[in-house]
């Protein structure tokens, strides 16, 4: 079976335009990168960038915060 990578991009929508959050890189510490990881078995896409989200920054959201 393939593999599968999902991610999400989090923003909020400010005074001054969009704020988009990006985590340091695992390949450097000047790197950024968004937050993204393997499926797991029989996870959603939504599921596995929720789960993704909780795991790497420590933000529970849930899926009616992800678009598509």
Excluded: W
Excluded at 1 to 19: C, V
Excluded at 45 to 68: A, F, H, L, N
């Amino acid at each position: 079976m393939k593999a599968f990578s999902f991610g999400i991009i989090p923003y909020l929508f400010t005074d001054d335009g969009i704020e988009i959050l990006l985590m340091k890189s695992s390949s450097g510490m000047k790197q950024f990168d968004f937050i993204k990881g393997k499926i797991e078995n029989e996870e959603t896409p939504k599921e596995c960038c929720i789960r993704e989200i909780k795991e790497e920054i420590g933000i529970s959201i849930s899926i009616y915060d992800c678009m598509v």
